[in-house]
């Protein structure tokens, strides 16, 4: 280096010294790449933010026509000109709700049993099925629920409108204790559609909740530990506590998702518009489920109303999905925890 | 405290370091294992609330189900086992013990459940998979009540595969540059960016698919081809891939970065040459964990596709078939026939997913900067 230079000093005319520009703007290639990224940016931008906007549009002429019976309505029934989705939308939150009350203990208990109890060779195979299980295309979980789940789940659903049936939501309409009981009553309800949907928010949940568990500061678990915790202790002490806008924050995001399920539910369910709270009894419809039965043979105007019902259903796991990620964003994070 | 009992004063005077003889040594408490009174409680538990649910359920109230019967042996067992471990240990121990049997039969239980998918389907699948014709032939002309020895799902098998193709061609460079965008380029636009592709994140599968047919197929009269169903399954890619990227993008130290300006490299060198290698196989698992999805996606093949019975590879005419829509067409045809044809497809599914899986484990456990 310093002989090169020295060797091509004297040949050169001594020139003044120019101080560098410290700030000599964009490259010409780097200005290509700016304009470029920036371009692919905005076409994801308006192209995503036009999927809104479009449902948002389309839901207009619907939510003018119909006004507020939209919302209260239980029947869909383009030919007579009555539509709503109130029973829909009760169907597509109590599926939500069974599959909540279903994943949510299990996803719990799942990430714990990772995080905590599971012998530290199994913990990395743990986790990977966890991530196989999120994988496993909900079309799967469809033929799962409806050939080896139902047969069986109709015998817990008997059992429950049997000994809890004075509750309304364990009501069915049968008589439960008879020598030959109306089997059919049972199938195709929002209660096991719940059961197959709980199968795909179980996984994302878990990973959610796992991953906060797992940062549960290490100084405070031993400082449990030291002062006599048993293990549960320790976890109900500094991991639950520490994690809890993990748990809340992944409930939710399994919640949009439970929302938003389609075809599992498509493949179960027998599509009744009743406002219902019997869960466990034959008959329900959601919105996905609504929109994927009901696109093909709908005119332009009926089309704008399942839109419509669409844009509902946005809506609505949007807002899940924004107060799941401000939990997850606002739960304590490691950074701040002393050691 | 048996020191302060026993005066210092009477121990021997030859043996002065000697413990006292009633002084346990400090031992760490036993956190991971399990004494010999946990494992006889748990045994007997188990063995206890076989016996009498069995009693109970079968003999005495003369209930029926499965299902119903794991649940009350459960139950049992949980309260036998609470009974047994309160005899001789203070309450927390028991609500310990409880807490862990609770936890780990939640783990069987979930385990349970997933192998239960995956080998039933392939079970109910596998009569179907053992004819090549399964793997070689279309449904073109075979009813859904035909035997086995006929028709196959190379038409759904080439339409996923078409499909797929089309959505990663259109989704990897814009999910991938939208990721660079907000990492490398950044500026106040790149935050309204990120808060609209994770807000579509939100984006339920079955409105894709309507968007697509709303636009494309009612309002410009495009007729249901594969080109449309990769175009919905686009949509539901780009946010997915985008927001994986960008996570992937972000944990590139940032020290490369400046090292290769300081090099003299312009940022697009820099961004070519080390920022995206370095993040290679992050980059690789955030696109194969997008194609898993859209492998399986249903609902937006379902409304924008249509159902094809024949061999179809030219996306841009006539209806196409995929897997996950063949699958729900012969599920729902009601056939028996049909139905095992539909698990044998939902298998190949099941294991392009898994190949998937697999390969996305396999990069991701490379390390960063080894290129």
Redesign the interface.
């Known amino acids: 280096m310093t002989t090169a230079t020295q060797a091509a000093q004297p040949s050169a005319p001594v020139s003044e010294d120019e101080p560098r520009v410290l700030d000599p703007g964009?490259?010409p290639?780097?200005r290509?790449?700016?304009s470029?990224?920036?371009s692919?940016?905005?076409?994801?931008?308006v192209?995503?933010?036009s999927?809104?906007l479009?449902?948002g549009y389309?839901a207009i002429p619907t939510l003018h026509r119909y006004g507020l019976s939209f919302f209260t309505q239980s029947q869909w029934e383009p030919e007579r000109d009555v539509i709503g989705i109130s029973a829909v939308l009760l169907g597509t939150f109590e599926v939500a709700l069974v599959a909540l009350v279903v994943a949510f203990?299990?996803a719990v208990?799942?990430a714990?049993?990772?995080s905590?109890?599971?012998p530290p060779r199994l913990k990395s195979t743990?986790v990977?099925?966890v991530?196989?299980?999120a994988?496993?295309?909900?079309?799967?979980?469809g033929?799962?629920g409806?050939?080896?789940l139902q047969p069986?789940?109709i015998?817990?659903s008997?059992?429950l409108s049997q000994y809890l049936g004075f509750l309304p939501i364990f009501k069915v309409d049968t008589d439960p204790n008879a020598a030959v009981w109306a089997q059919s009553r049972y199938t195709a309800s929002a209660f096991i559609a719940g059961l197959a949907v709980a199968?795909m928010v179980?996984p994302l949940a878990c990973a959610v909740m796992r991953g906060v568990f797992a940062q549960a500061p290490i100084g405070e678990r031993e400082a449990a530990?030291a002062l006599g915790?048993?293990?549960?202790?320790m976890?109900r002490a500094v991991v639950l506590p520490f994690g809890r806008g993990g748990i809340i924050g992944g409930t939710m995001l399994g919640l949009?998702r439970a929302?938003?399920?389609?075809?599992a539910v498509l493949?179960i369910i027998s599509p009744a518009f009743d406002i219902k709270f019997r869960i466990l009894e034959v008959g329900t419809q959601t919105t996905?489920a609504l929109?994927?039965g009901r696109?093909g043979e709908a005119t332009?105007s009926q089309?704008s109303a399942?839109?419509t019902a669409?844009f509902v259903?946005?809506v609505i796991?949007?807002g899940?999905?924004?107060v799941a990620?401000i939990f997850v964003g606002r739960s304590r994070s490691g950074a701040t925890t002393e050691i | 405290m048996a020191t302060i009992t026993k005066p210092p004063v009477t121990a021997p005077p030859g043996a002065p370091t000697a413990t006292p003889p009633n002084q346990v040594a400090d031992r760490p408490r036993p956190m991971r294992t399990r004494t010999l009174d946990e494992w006889t409680s748990l045994g007997g538990a188990l063995l206890g609330s076989v016996a009498l649910v069995w009693l109970v359920f079968e003999k005495i109230l003369a209930w029926s189900g499965t299902l119903g019967f794991l649940v009350c042996w459960y139950i049992a067992f949980l309260a036998l086992f609470a009974a047994v471990t309160s005899m001789g240990n203070p309450r927390p121990v028991v609500v310990d013990r409880l807490a862990a049997a609770a936890i780990h039969a939640s783990a069987l239980l979930v385990l349970f459940a997933l192998g239960s998918t995956i080998i039933y389907t392939i079970l109910k699948g596998f009569p179907a998979l053992l004819h090549l014709n399964f793997f070689t032939q279309d449904m073109a002309g075979v009813g859904p009540d035909a035997p086995l020895t006929k028709g196959g799902v190379l038409h759904a098998i080439a339409g996923t595969l078409v499909e797929v193709a089309i959505a990663v061609v259109i989704s990897l460079p814009l999910g991938i540059g939208t990721a660079v965008y907000m990492t490398e380029v950044g500026g106040r636009l790149s935050k309204t960016v990120r808060t609209v592709v994770e807000a579509m994140t939100a984006l339920p599968d079955i409105l894709a698919g309507l968007f697509i047919y709303t636009t494309l197929i009612v309002a410009f009269g495009f007729p249901r081809t594969g080109l449309a169903a990769a175009l919905a399954l686009a949509v539901t890619m780009i946010p997915i891939i985008a927001r994986s990227a960008e996570v992937v993008l972000r944990v590139v130290p940032g020290g490369l970065r400046e090292a290769g300006l300081a090099l003299g490299a312009s940022q697009w060198q820099t961004v070519r040459r080390v920022v995206l290698p370095t993040a290679k196989s992050g980059l690789a698992t955030a696109l194969i964990l997008g194609i898993a999805r859209a492998v399986g996606e249903t609902a937006p093949v379902l409304i924008t596709s249509g159902a094809s019975t024949f061999l179809n590879v030219n996306p841009l005419n006539d209806p196409m078939n995929s897997l996950p829509l063949f699958i729900y067409t012969s599920v729902r045809s009601g056939q028996p026939q049909a139905i095992v044809r539909g698990f044998g497809a939902a298998t190949l599914l099941l294991g392009l997913v898994f190949v998937l899986f697999i390969a996305t484990r396999f990069l991701a456990r490379q390390r960063v900067g080894r290129r």
């Open positions: 964009l490259a290639s780097d290509v790449f700016h470029v990224a920036r692919i940016g905005v076409f994801v931008l192209l995503t933010g999927i809104g479009f449902l389309q203990p299990l208990a799942l714990l049993y990772i905590e109890y599971a743990c990977s099925l991530d196989l299980m994988a496993v295309p909900s079309i799967v979980y033929l799962w409806f050939f080896l069986n789940a015998f817990l008997r059992w199968m179980l530990y915790a048993t293990r549960w202790g976890i949009g929302l938003g399920e389609t075809v493949l996905s929109i994927a696109f332009s089309l399942l839109l669409g259903l946005f796991t949007l899940v999905n924004t990620a």
